[in-house]
């Protein structure tokens, strides 16, 4: 049992196995008992459950004080805030793809819950190969810097740009080489049917799962800036690894909560901006003023102070407006008009002939 308390990457090894073990129980927990039956999740039990997600964060910022000292427990606090922050602008793109297919609310939480186990696992190798890179080349940490800068900047001039689900190329992609249901078939991805043309019994992909394909590239595409966001705050892989799982941990159960709030947040993703503006840019400044370090209680301040101005700006901004349950991400997702599995049908029309 001593190799469990060998070094790896700076942190023991029983303490990367324990975090997994929790991670892993937790998501067996709730597909196997919390959520065994497809069911529509409220705001309530939703709030229960980001309660529940965050107290186990902010319980696990005590174990990292206690193992490595105040420093690194405020660098994981501003991680997790910074990574769930992100999260929000997640969100809403989730819930716009969501709203695209004509999922069900019942049906939704299946497809965030193996996104979530996807983006676990596609984050944790971005997260090695980040942090193999930064011990290699320390360097690279200014790349990311001055990416994240640019990054900002961008998110600034485009804040009020709308996630274009018909353009994404997975979608594209799958709908040329799959067949491809023109409905759902219950929660189950994957089905086998009749063939339209030959009658033969043949696979076939439901909306369902084309949509969690969806869902993951998307979150490829977030992980890009908030991969070296987290590592412009730390390079500590410990730190960074669970301080981005427990934000992705929240990241679906905030989803039923605020997915028909959104609208209310109309200033955070300039607040977002300018978080990841400030992240990148005391990297690059820090040594220009003979700084060696900037404290990470100052970061965690500038970056509450920074997000907290752009949620109570935005909430100050809509309080005279009202929720148009007809525009909201969560209320499309329940129409049942079917213009996706439309789409789809024309799709599986076409599909047939390059699956078969």
């Known amino acids: 049992m001593h190799f469990l308390f060998a070094d790896a990457m700076g942190t023991p090894l029983w303490h990367w196995a324990a975090f997994l073990a929790l991670v892993l129980g937790l ?15 409220g705001v ?14 902010l319980l696990f910022a005590l174990f990292i004080n206690a193992k490595s ?6 660098l994981y606090l501003t991680g997790y805030i910074v990574e769930q922050s992100l999260s929000m602008d997640n969100i809403f793109v989730m819930a716009v793809i969501l709203s695209y297919f004509a999922i069900p609310r019942e049906y939704q939480h299946r497809v965030l819950f193996y996104g979530i186990l996807g983006v676990i ?5 971005m997260i090695l190969a980040g942090a193999a890179l930064i011990d290699r080349f320390h360097w690279i940490l200014y790349f990311f810097a001055a990416f994240l800068v640019a990054t900002g900047i961008k998110m600034l001039m485009s804040a009020d740009d709308e996630y274009n689900v018909a353009g994404n190329p997975v979608l594209k992609f799958m709908s040329r080489h799959f067949r491809i249901t023109s409905s759902l078939r219950g929660d189950r991805f994957i089905v086998r049917e009749p063939d339209a043309q030959t009658g033969q019994m043949r696979l076939f992909i439901t909306p369902l799962l084309v949509a969690l394909c969806v869902v993951e590239i998307a979150d490829l595409v977030f992980a890009v800036d908030s991969i070296p966001a987290i590592f412009a705050i730390t390079t500590d892989p410990f730190i960074v690894f669970t301080s981005n799982i427990f934000a992705i941990l929240g990241l679906r159960s905030l989803f039923f909560a605020l997915s028909a709030l959104l609208h209310r947040f109309c200033y955070l993703k300039y607040a977002l901006s300018l978080v990841l503006v400030f992240i990148g ?6 040594p220009l003023f003979g700084i060696e370090k900037v404290p990470p209680a100052f970061s965690l301040g500038v970056t509450l102070a920074l997000l907290g101005s752009g949620i109570l700006a935005s909430l100050w901004k809509t309080s005279g407006k009202t929720s148009h349950e ?4 969560a209320a499309i997702a329940d129409m049942s008009s079917g213009s996706a599995p439309m789409q789809m049908e024309s799709r599986e029309a076409r599909s047939g002939e390059a699956g078969s």
Do not use: C, N, W
């Open 27 to 41: 998501m067996a927990f709730d597909l196997g008992i919390l959520y065994r039956k497809a069911h529509v999740i």
């Open 44 to 57: 309530r039990e939703s709030l229960q459950l980001s309660a529940f997600y965050v107290t186990l964060a």
């Open 69 to 74: 000292g105040s420093e690194a427990a405020f």
């Open 121 to 125: 696992l596609l984050r944790g190798v």
């Open 281 to 286: 840019a005391k990297i690059i400044l820090a």
């Open 326 to 329: 007809a525009s909201s991400p």
